[in-house]
DNA sequence: CTCCAAATTAATAATCATTATCAATTTGCC
DNA sequence: GGCAAATTGATAATGATTATTAATTTGGAG
């Protein structure tokens, strides 16, 4: 069987694409280091950016100076608590709503990025 | 004449709301290390700190690691570009158009924020 | 299966933005 | 002017991210 990715970059994809919660770098360690006792936080880091710049996962946001990451490519936005932390999806029906304007001034928009801060139901 | 804010914190906050283009903390501190020559960095980041926390000043997002600023709080979107980290405002009729779904969830939505990730005029 | 060059990684140090500390200065008010 | 509280400058500390480099892993060829 051919693998394209090696095992730990495999793993570090799988978390971030399976993970709901958008994990930082340092949370996707802490995640795989009890099954992979010799991963290195560096690793994660090189892996992420790599990811990023493939269009396979983006940045949602950076809280508590910590970058959070999203492998779910389908368009959605997310709610953000400020509070914890915690960061959940919504799966909107328009999100084509406002979908000309990125167009403007010649801009060439790659990615849109719709966010709601605020605090959580448990943190309220 | 009573002034509430100190001369340095009406510079720093002065500078947030009429600059368009969405400084970080070191931005504003090298506009206006010229007029306050014993300004400190650490200053400009101590005052940005207390405008998010007031709400007069929100955090755009953050751009190879530098935080940008807003200190418009007219609701509007930025196109985002992540070549050169130019910022530009875009303002919306139906911004309100995406404002329910933010209460779902129990989740109590404080700053809606829209953004478009891309490459700017002269960037593309 | 073995060998090899290229890709990937672990470990570590280096960077760099941001925060904390604290003595000195400034501020608003009497 | 004088004083207590707020603010600041200078500096050190923190902590996330990036760079470095030698060692390991990988997939393909023989």
Known sequence: ???NFSTKRQAIYDMLVSRKDH???KQIYESLKPSYPDLSLGTVYRNI???KQEGMADSVCTLKGEERLDG???PHAHLI???CGSIT???FDRLDVIEDKGEM???LTERKVI???GKCRNCR
Chains 1, 2 share one sequence.
């Open 105 to 107: 001034e010649g801009f």
């Open 49 to 51: 950016s790599l990811f």
């Open 81 to 83: 608590c400020t509070e």
């Open 115 to 117: 966010s709601f801060y």
């Open 1 to 3: 069987m051919r693998r």
């Open 23 to 25: 994990p930082s770098a």
């Open 72 to 74: 779910n490519k389908k």
């Open 89 to 91: 999806d919504v799966f």
